[in-house]
């Protein structure tokens, strides 16, 4: 019913900046909230940012001053605009969304497939 895949991942040196992006597409009615989280080797899946369709926004504190979220309601496209890049921010990084199936009557989640980020030093 509903896809979200996406891009922007890559290979940075410590220092540097990447752009992620991720576009919902299908039978969609409304979508609130999106965000992204991150799951490093050995570690659990841990909330980066979200933005709700209001565009309030929240981030955990590893990131905050680095990291920006935003979303285009137009495009059902969030975007994380992450400078400042740190070792310790690789990870394979997943896109979320809560999800109003166009017909139903409830929310679900549903998860890309990752993008791969990896902080050099």
């Known amino acids: 019913q509903v896809q979200l895949v996406e891009s922007g991942g890559g290979l940075v040196q410590a220092g540097g900046s990447l752009r992620l992006s991720c576009a919902a597409s299908g039978s969609i009615f409304s979508i609130d909230p999106m965000g992204w989280y991150r799951q490093a080797p050995g570690k659990q899946r841990e909330l980066v940012a979200a933005i709700t369709s209001g565009g309030s926004t929240n981030y955990v504190d590893s990131v905050k001053g680095r990291f920006t979220i935003s979303r285009d309601n137009a495009k059902n496209t969030v975007y994380l605009q992450m400078i400042s890049l740190k070792p310790e921010d690789t990870a394979v990084y997943y896109c979320?969304?809560?999800?109003?199936?166009?017909?139903?009557?409830?929310?679900?989640?549903?998860w890309g497939q990752g993008t791969q980020v990896t902080v050099s030093s």
């Open positions: 979320n969304a809560g999800v109003l199936v166009s017909g139903s009557y409830y929310y679900d989640d549903y």
